[in-house]
């Protein structure tokens, strides 16, 4: 099974594995956009796991995504998908479970970055993160 790839925010845009998406673009533009823009915006009375920004408007979203992009590392999971993830310093959200609220979050995750159809962030706990070495350069990476 492969192993996770780490890159740090300098190497991951050096080797192009940043995105070129703005703040201009329109993260809500696509069925998949939208719908992810609603459940992480909308606190889930159900069961499950579900996390959602704090404050759940267009503009917010939007801001912690191109932060994100413009600030995160890069991970490539052990499928091969590319995350951006970003240690906000404040926090994000929250996550709940089974209805109620497990743990206050304070970063963000950007998962489908490399397609604006698809792409969407949600807010994560720094608590489930490990730190890693970017495999190019050997700086410190969170994710």
Sequence with gaps: ??????????????LGFLPSHSEREDFTGS????????????PY?????NSIFEIPDYDSVKDFIVDTQASGSVEFD?????????????RTGFTFKNGGVVIPNDAVKVVCSDDIATIHGYPTSSFAM????????GKFVIS
């Design 1 to 14: 099974m492969p192993t996770n790839e780490y890159y740090c925010h300098e190497c991951a845009n050096t």
């Design 31 to 42: 069925y998949t956009t939208l719908s992810k823009f609603i459940k992480h915006t909308s």
């Design 45 to 49: 009375a159900g069961s499950g796991t």
């Design 78 to 90: 052990q499928l091969g998908r590319k995350n951006i993830v970003w240690l906000a310093g404040s």
């Design 130 to 137: 490990a730190s890693h070495s970017c495999n190019r350069c």
